[in-house]
């Protein structure tokens, strides 16, 4: 039959933290994968497909748990996928030299009911821990085929996929299955322990406990899943409860649960059920598990007295954050520098298809639009890279826990965890790749605060704008002064504005900081480069084409609608050189045109708009179209200003410009500009990448109203409070 | 019984109790922190969190998250 000839498997990737899940996963699938977020959390989802023949396997690399509860969005994200996607066959993976604690998870799978292949993995680093582990004895006791595997070095792969088909196909029963095993070749003898016993072992929960489970079942639909159900409900899981449809089976289930604690007020009952799963897992591993040679103290412990040292460990956490920063934006910037020269170089090649002066709109949408915003969107590709080569190396060596444990006494002040301090400070160099990063932090809620409070540390877009405004303004010997208060300003109000948010829309108990300290290890540089590579096309594929079609957007809100020639140019639109009443065909100077257009543009409407509410914090309506225009990316707020000020393309360190900001504002002005700039609504970027990290539309538009919101307060309080002391005159 | 912040460094302990909700004892339970369990203090600075060996891996807690557990 040609239809069972294409057949795909679809297995789940399963297993604790720091098993090394993920370098199988990588292993296994090479580039063909794909990563996203599962709907609605920001546990992030990852899929490859691998191909024997004719069969193809489709893996789901679940979220790294110890335990299949209903505490953390990765668990219920791992078992609601197999609990309701049904895969053909779940991978457990397994540290060999943390054997016990893995297997909790081992124990939860096969109560769950799907077919499941343990693989055993770091085989190497339990033999070096002088651990022996009688393979053959566990896969018998479990019932269940056990791969070895060294997934660093790619060991067992091919016996793994073998292993797979024939578990799927055992179940399945489908003509071919041989040849998949046959293609594959044989994996070496002595990685190769498959057996299957008699039946899945079951944890057997004893005397005190197994009544009340039986009573559960009888009340649950007959399921694979059914027993594992019914010790969710014994546990009283709130999830496994709302499950079920009927009201009355609901109440029934309640009522068996509190018998069974009350009958046992000693102890909870979930850590009853722990208990005996611990004490099932303790007899399995009996005459498997035994410890040879010395258990001193490990390589990890000796290398951890310096990293964790309560003096050396912040030092020594800051040189290597200095290190990632160096690496991000030390190299990054110079290609971004390059990235940035290109496309305008290529805007000035498509630009020469014109005569000079064109005003031609589909110069404007391709030189200005298109390739302004395909090069907006490729000029962080640079950063974001090597910013995830950075954070790989910080995680895959291990590095990473212990930075969260070193930050831990100095973040946990400001109710965030101790690794929400990295994406913090990548803040300073980029907040689009600083909230990429947040996904080295577990729980939802340290994820949402860090990511809402980012814009605040003054990134390096918004240097330009201090660049410019700061020599305008102040003398020179205050330029340091001025501008160190502009960035602690931004960390203050990031770290007060996350202690307020976990007060308020984040209230509730502290996600418990209970965490791991893997084993340090050398991460591989397939394992490095795969990181990078699907960083990349993450970032090109989903927030690339967000920022693109932003950037076309607000190309057309500045450049439309064109003005008549008979369009009166606002009086004192620049009085140095537009005189009043006078008419936009009768402007020859571009900067003039140029500046007349912006203003007759919606951009430039929004602008005039805005300055009613910009009136009482010391704006005009110029300042509130540059603004407007400053959307697409911060620096942009240079230009626009030359733009709005009739002085034509300008950066920076422009006199010219300055000398006109400084007639028409005055010091207390421009700091107010400064600031609000730093607080207020952050780039197109970073609100398309909010968007999709956070999952939702809705954090990324809270995001932008609230800080610009408290933009207004703070700089309204610094204007009226400046005038008060008398600071508004000229400098 | 005495909470697991006044183990000094280098201590083995027995986990007797934990004090505390749903969530904080579901997370220890699944390291293999149940009471019964024995434990080792590798690191007690006497400030900020600090780590336990429990069944081969090694664990950092919150002090927070400690001073609720009860050994002895």
Same mark, same amino acid.
């Given at each position: 039959?040609?239809?069972?000839?294409?057949?795909?498997?679809?297995?789940?990737?399963?297993?604790?933290?720091?098993?090394?899940?993920?370098?199988?996963?990588?292993?296994?699938?090479?580039?063909?994968?794909?990563?996203?977020?599962?709907?609605?959390?920001?546990?992030?989802?990852?899929?490859?497909?691998?191909?024997?023949?004719?069969?193809?396997?489709?893996?789901?690399?679940?979220?790294?748990?110890?335990?299949?509860?209903? &505490?953390?969005?990765?668990?219920?994200?791992?078992?609601?996928?197999?609990?309701?996607?049904?895969?053909?066959?779940?991978?457990?993976?397994?540290?060999?030299?943390?054997?016990?604690?893995?297997? /909790?998870?081992?124990?939860?799978?096969?109560?769950?009911?799907?077919?499941?292949?343990?693989?055993?993995?770091?085989?190497?680093?339990?033999?070096?821990?002088?651990?022996?582990?009688?393979?053959?004895?566990?896969?018998?006791?479990?019932?269940?085929?056990?791969?070895?595997?060294?997934?660093?070095?790619?060991?067992?792969?091919?016996?793994?996929?073998?292993?797979?088909? =024939?578990?799927?196909?055992?179940?399945?029963?489908?003509?071919?299955?041989?040849?998949? #095993?046959?293609?594959?070749?044989?994996?070496?003898?002595?990685?190769?322990?498959?057996?299957?016993?008699?039946?899945?072992?079951?944890?057997?929960?004893?005397?005190?406990?197994?009544?009340?489970?039986?009573?559960?079942?009888?009340?649950?639909?007959?399921?694979?899943?059914?027993?594992?159900?019914?010790?969710?409900?014994?546990?009283?899981?709130?999830?496994?409860?709302?499950?079920?449809?009927?009201?009355?089976?609901?109440?029934?289930?309640?009522?068996?649960?509190?018998?069974?604690?009350?009958?046992?007020?000693?102890?909870? !009952?979930?850590?009853?059920?722990?208990? =005996?799963?611990?004490?099932?897992?303790?007899?399995? #591993?009996?005459?498997?598990?035994?410890?040879?040679?010395?258990?001193? !103290?490990? &390589?990890?412990?000796?290398?951890?007295?310096?990293?964790?040292?309560?003096?050396?460990?912040?030092?020594?956490?800051?040189?290597? *954050?200095?290190?990632?920063?160096?690496?991000? &934006?030390?190299?990054?910037?110079?290609?971004?520098?390059?990235?940035?020269?290109?496309?305008?170089?290529?805007?000035? &090649?498509?630009?020469?298809?014109?005569? @000079?002066?064109?005003?031609?709109?589909?110069?404007?949408?391709?030189?200005?639009?298109?390739?302004?915003?395909?090069?907006?969107?490729?000029?962080?590709?640079?950063?974001?890279?090597?910013?995830?080569?950075?954070?790989?190396?910080?995680?895959?060596?291990?590095?990473?826990?212990?930075?969260?444990?070193?930050?831990?006494?100095?973040?946990?002040?400001?109710?965030?965890?101790?690794?929400?301090?990295?994406?913090?400070?990548?803040?300073?160099?980029?907040?689009?790749?600083?909230?990429?990063?947040?996904?080295?932090?577990?729980?939802?809620?340290?994820?949402?605060?860090?990511?809402?409070?980012?814009?605040?540390?003054?990134?390096?877009?918004?240097?330009?704008?201090?660049?410019?405004?700061?020599?305008?303004?102040? !003398?020179?010997?205050?330029?340091?002064?001025?501008?160190?208060?502009?960035?602690?300003?931004?960390? *203050?109000?990031?770290?007060?504005?996350?202690?307020?948010?976990?007060?308020?829309?984040?209230?509730?108990?502290?996600?418990?900081?209970?965490?791991?300290?893997?084993?340090?290890?050398?991460?591989?540089?397939?394992?490095?480069?795969?990181?990078?590579?699907?960083?990349?096309?993450?970032?090109?594929?989903?927030?690339?084409?967000?920022?693109?079609?932003?950037?076309?957007?607000?190309?057309?809100?500045?450049?439309?609608? =064109?003005?008549?020639?008979?369009?009166?140019?606002?009086?004192?639109?620049?009085?140095?050189?537009?005189?009043?009443?006078?008419?936009?065909?009768?402007?020859?100077? !571009?900067?003039?045109?140029?500046?007349?257009?912006?203003?007759?543009?919606?951009?430039?409407?929004?602008?005039?708009?805005?300055?009613?509410?910009?009136?009482?914090?010391?704006?005009?309506?110029?300042?509130?179209?540059?603004?407007?225009?400053?959307?697409?990316?911060?620096?942009? /707020?240079? @230009?626009?200003?030359?733009?709005?000020?009739?002085?034509?393309?300008?950066?920076?360190?422009?006199?010219?410009?300055?000398?006109?900001?400084?007639?028409?504002?005055?010091?207390?002005?421009?700091? #107010?500009?400064?600031?609000?700039?730093?607080?207020?609504?952050? #780039?197109? @970027?970073?609100?398309?990448?909010?968007?999709?990290?956070?999952?939702?539309?809705?954090?990324?538009?809270?995001?932008?109203?609230?800080?610009?919101?408290?933009?207004?307060?703070?700089?309204?309080?610094?204007?009226?409070?400046?005038?008060?002391?008398?600071?508004?005159?000229?400098? | 019984?005495?909470?697991?912040?006044?183990?000094?460094?280098?201590?083995?302990?027995?986990?007797?109790?934990?004090?505390?909700?749903?969530?904080?004892?579901?997370?220890?339970?699944?390291?293999?922190?149940?009471?019964?369990?024995?434990?080792?203090?590798?690191?007690?600075?006497?400030?900020?969190?600090?780590?336990?060996?429990?069944?081969?891996?090694?664990?950092?807690?919150?002090?927070?998250?400690?001073?609720?557990?009860?050994?002895?």
């Amino acid at each position: 039959m040609p239809s069972t000839l294409d057949r795909t498997i679809t297995v789940a990737v399963a297993g604790n933290p720091n098993s090394g899940k993920t370098t199988i996963f990588n292993s296994l699938t090479g580039a063909h994968q794909h990563v996203g977020n599962y709907p609605g959390v920001t546990v992030e989802w990852k899929e490859g497909m691998v191909r024997r023949g004719n069969w193809s396997l489709k893996l789901y690399d679940l979220p790294g748990t110890y335990s299949l509860t209903a &505490f953390s969005d990765e668990e219920l994200v791992a078992r609601d996928f197999l609990l309701n996607h049904k895969p053909d066959v779940v991978v457990d993976v397994v540290d060999a030299s943390n054997l016990e604690r893995n297997l /909790f998870l081992t124990t939860e799978l096969l109560e769950i009911g799907l077919p499941v292949v343990v693989v055993l993995n770091m085989a190497d680093v339990a033999r070096d821990r002088g651990l022996r582990i009688d393979t053959n004895l566990l896969a018998r006791r479990l019932g269940v085929p056990i791969v070895l595997t060294v997934g660093n070095r790619g060991q067992g792969m091919d016996d793994l996929i073998a292993t797979v088909a =024939k578990v799927a196909i055992h179940g399945i029963s489908l003509p071919g299955a041989a040849d998949i #095993c046959r293609k594959s070749g044989p994996a070496p003898e002595a990685l190769t322990r498959l057996e299957v016993g008699s039946g899945k072992v079951q944890v057997d929960y004893g005397k005190q406990v197994e009544p009340f489970l039986e009573r559960i079942l009888a009340l649950l639909p007959d399921e694979d899943a059914a027993r594992w159900r019914a010790v969710k409900l014994l546990e009283q899981d709130p999830a496994v409860l709302d499950e079920i449809p009927d009201p009355e089976v609901r109440r029934e289930v309640s009522r068996i649960a509190e018998e069974f604690a009350a009958a046992n007020p000693e102890q909870t !009952p979930d850590t009853i059920l722990a208990s =005996k799963r611990y004490e099932t897992i303790h007899a399995l #591993c009996d005459g498997v598990l035994s410890q040879i040679g010395d258990n001193g !103290p490990t &390589f990890s412990d000796r290398i951890d007295r310096w990293t964790m040292h309560p003096v050396w460990g912040v030092p020594i956490f800051l040189a290597l *954050m200095y290190g990632a920063f160096t690496l991000t &934006f030390g190299l990054g910037n110079p290609l971004m520098d390059l990235i940035d020269r290109g496309f305008t170089a290529l805007g000035g &090649f498509i630009d020469g298809f014109w005569p @000079a002066g064109s005003t031609s709109p589909l110069r404007s949408l391709l030189v200005d639009g298109v390739i302004g915003g395909v090069g907006g969107v490729i000029v962080f590709l640079p950063n974001i890279v090597l910013l995830f080569m950075a954070i790989a190396i910080l995680e895959g060596t291990g590095y990473m826990a212990r930075a969260a444990f070193v930050m831990d006494r100095f973040m946990s002040k400001v109710g965030l965890h101790g690794k929400s301090f990295i994406p913090l400070l990548i803040g300073f160099g980029c907040t689009v790749p600083a909230i990429m990063a947040t996904r080295t932090l577990e729980s939802r809620r340290d994820r949402l605060i860090t990511i809402m409070v980012l814009p605040l540390m003054s990134c390096g877009a918004r240097l330009p704008i201090y660049a410019l405004m700061i020599p305008a303004f102040f !003398p020179a010997k205050w330029h340091g002064p001025v501008l160190w208060v502009i960035y602690v300003t931004g960390i *203050m109000l990031a770290l007060v504005g996350a202690r307020l948010l976990r007060a308020t829309l984040f209230r509730g108990e502290n996600t418990p900081f209970v965490m791991e300290l893997p084993p340090y290890r050398l991460p591989t540089l397939g394992s490095l480069l795969m990181q990078m590579w699907t960083r990349a096309k993450l970032y090109l594929r989903k927030a690339g084409t967000v920022i693109l079609g932003a950037a076309v957007i607000m190309w057309f809100l500045t450049f439309y609608p =064109k003005p008549p020639a008979d369009y009166v140019v606002p009086a004192g639109f620049d009085k140095t050189s537009i005189a009043a009443d006078t008419h936009f065909g009768d402007l020859h100077d !571009p900067a003039q045109i140029q500046s007349a257009e912006l203003s007759y543009s919606i951009a430039g409407r929004v602008g005039r708009v805005l300055e009613t509410v910009l009136r009482p914090v010391g704006f005009d309506w110029r300042i509130g179209t540059a603004l407007v225009g400053a959307l697409p990316a911060k620096e942009l /707020f240079v @230009a626009q200003m030359g733009i709005v000020f009739a002085v034509g393309q300008v950066d920076e360190t422009s006199e010219v410009l300055r000398t006109k900001l400084r007639e028409r504002y005055s010091p207390l002005v421009g700091f #107010c500009i400064m600031l609000f700039t730093l607080i207020s609504t952050p #780039c197109i @970027a970073t609100f398309a990448i909010t968007r999709q990290e956070t999952g939702s539309l809705k954090w990324a538009v809270a995001q932008n109203l609230g800080l610009t919101l408290l933009a207004w307060i703070v700089v309204f309080i610094v204007f009226h409070g400046g005038m008060l002391l008398g600071l508004g005159g000229a400098a | 019984m005495m909470p697991l912040t006044k183990v000094q460094e280098g201590t083995r302990a027995v986990l007797r109790a934990v004090d505390g909700g749903h969530e904080l004892r579901g997370r220890l339970a699944a390291l293999g922190l149940l009471p019964g369990t024995e434990l080792e203090v590798i690191r007690n600075s006497g400030h900020g969190p600090f780590v336990i060996a429990v069944k081969g891996s090694r664990v950092v807690i919150g002090r927070g998250m400690a001073s609720r557990i009860e050994v002895e």
